[in-house]
């Protein structure tokens, strides 16, 4: 009967994690993936460009290495946004931008991708 006992306490403890698992699951907002997979494209292309690029260029390249549409407008609404926020690109033209800091960024890129 002991061993019984100790099996339905295993049963309710695993039970009880189960649940917090599901409750933590449930309450995390879902992150907004799509727009930060879409910058780190663009944050790829432009580093391994070495150059700074047009949108119309960064847009067609995506397109053609990745199979990704972006949208112009909003591509540039994202990028202005982010330079706002930090250093992640420069703008070194009317609709051009570039990664700032040394050419072999690509390498830090790709690495910190998990890819």
Sequence with gaps: MKEFEQFLDELE???QLTLEVITKY???????????KKLDIVEYI???AGKPLHITEIINIANKE??????RDSLASA???????GARFTKTAPN????????????????????
């Design 13 to 15: 403890r695993l039970a």
């Design 26 to 36: 449930k309450s995390t907002k879902p992150q907004k993936g799509r727009k930060y």
């Design 46 to 48: 432009l580093a391994k």
């Design 66 to 71: 990745f199979r990704v549409a972006l949208d």
């Design 79 to 85: 990028l202005s946004k982010s330079m706002r926020k």
């Design 96 to 115: 051009t931008f570039a990664v700032p800091g040394p050419q072999n960024k690509l390498d830090t890129i790709i690495n910190s991708s998990g890819n």
